[in-house]
Each structure stands twice: as structure tokens, then as C-alpha cells.
């Protein structure tokens, strides 16, 4: 099974603060993704990327810059932390080269991140 | 409208009783995962479907890609069953958009 590793997996930070999450996968998959989990929005998707150097904006993105430096890792900042991005975030990675048949997404286990 | 919408927001089963949850879609989906999370908050793929119908022991599951709809059939419930069930569909547009989730609590 495809593997996705995020860390830290649980981070407290204070408002104003610099923030950093990684995830790695090590399935050759193309696409990654970062959302967040919050009570009655489910997961929505931050940012996501299609290979090393490419950003693509999701449908929260405001407060958050990412970066996908190699195939494998993707990191989420939060340079100017604010507590309304207390959230549960969550890493994804998918195999895109069958997408004219779909994909199916693997999530890592979550980091759970606080602003104080 | 919201691109995929869950329903119901929250159900309760009890043990050995059987009940489903649907999603519908405002666009064209290419796929269609379902998960289930645990109370570690941790998210367990339980089917991913491109067509069709998948089933495996106690749930079956069903995507109608032109009808724009997928649904999650749970059978002879569990108390271990218990968590929240999201439902995710995959655009053309390569982001892959979640529901808001189903609460099920299975009662003894």
C-alpha cells in the first residue's frame, strides 16, 4: 500500500508564528495534496501540486503557502500563524498517469496543529 | 451548490440493523472514494470506484458517474462501525473534493 508520512504529528505554535509541515511519499506519485479538517467543513483542500516546482491553489489557500521541492515531499507553511488555523491537516498523494480512469487518493495520519 | 454533497449529516443504527448514505455530485466525477475515520481521526479507504459497485463483507458501495451520485450500503451494523464516513470525488480538474461526512453511531 502506497505510503505517506507527515510530521510533525501534532505541533503548537503561537499566533504570529512560523510554521512548517512535511509530508514525504515514497510511491512515485505525482499529485500531493494538503487539506484541513475542521468540525461541519470536512477536508478541504489547501494546495496540491503535480510534480516537483508546481503549485496549484485550492479552494481555502488564504494564510498558507506550500512548496513541492522533488517528487516526493511537499511542505505546508504558515508564516504568520493565526488561530483560526487550528485544524487537523492532512497530506494525500495520487497516481494521475491513470486518470482517464481516476485515482484513487492515500492519505497520511494527520497532524494535528494548535495556535495558541 | 456545494460539489458533493453528503447525506445524511449524522445517523444512528442500531446493532445488526442496515442503512445507507449517498453523495451527489454537482459535477462529473471521475471516481469516487469512500472512508471511514476513526476515532484516532486516522482515514481508512473502504472502496474506491471509477464505475460501478464494489462490495466487501458488510458494505457495498455504488458510483453512477452520468447520474452524478454514489452511495454506501452498510449491513448488519457493528458497534465498531461507529466514526464518520466521507466521501470524495475525483474532478477533471484533478482536485479531489470532499463531502462533509456522515456521523454514525451504532447503538447497542
Known amino acids: 500500500e502506497a505510503a505517506v508520512t507527515q510530521s510533525p504529528r501534532n505541533k503548537v505554535t503561537v499566533t504570529g508564528g512560523n510554521v512548517t509541515l512535511s509530508c514525504r511519499q515514497t510511491n512515485s506519485h505525482n499529485y500531493m495534496y494538503w487539506y484541513r479538517q475542521d468540525t461541519g467543513h470536512g477536508l478541504r483542500l489547501i494546495h496540491y501540486?503535480?510534480?516537483?516546482?508546481?503549485?496549484q491553489i485550492g479552494d481555502v489557500p488564504d494564510g498558507y503557502k506550500a512548496t513541492r521541492t522533488t517528487q516526493e515531499d511537499f511542505f505546508l507553511l504558515l508564516e504568520l500563524a493565526s488561530p483560526s488555523q487550528t485544524s487537523l491537516y492532512f497530506c494525500?498523494?495520487?497516481?494521475?498517469?491513470?486518470?482517464?480512469?481516476?485515482?484513487?487518493?492515500?492519505f497520511g495520519k494527520g497532524t494535528r496543529l494548535t495556535v495558541v | 451548490g456545494m460539489p458533493v454533497e453528503q447525506n445524511p449529516p449524522a445517523l444512528s443504527l442500531y446493532e445488526g440493523a442496515e442503512s445507507g448514505l449517498r453523495c451527489n455530485f454537482s459535477?462529473?466525477?471521475?471516481?469516487v472514494q469512500w472512508f471511514q475515520q476513526n476515532h484516532r481521526g486516522r482515514l481508512i479507504t473502504l472502496f474506491y470506484?471509477?464505475?460501478g459497485t464494489k462490495e466487501n463483507g458488510r458494505l457495498k458501495s455504488t458510483f453512477n458517474s452520468k447520474e452524478r451520485y454514489s452511495t454506501l450500503h452498510i449491513k448488519d451494523a457493528q458497534l465498531e462501525d461507529s466514526g464518520t464516513y466521507f466521501c470524495?470525488?475525483?474532478?477533471?480538474?484533478?482536485?479531489?473534493?470532499f463531502g462533509k461526512g456522515t456521523h454514525l453511531h451504532v447503538l447497542p
Open positions: 501540486s503535480y510534480g516537483a516546482g508546481n503549485l
Open positions: 470524495a470525488g475525483d474532478t477533471n480538474a484533478y482536485k479531489v473534493i
Open positions: 459535477t462529473t466525477m471521475k471516481g
Open positions: 494525500a498523494s495520487s497516481d494521475a498517469f491513470r486518470r482517464e480512469r481516476g485515482t484513487e487518493v492515500f
Open positions: 470506484l471509477a464505475q
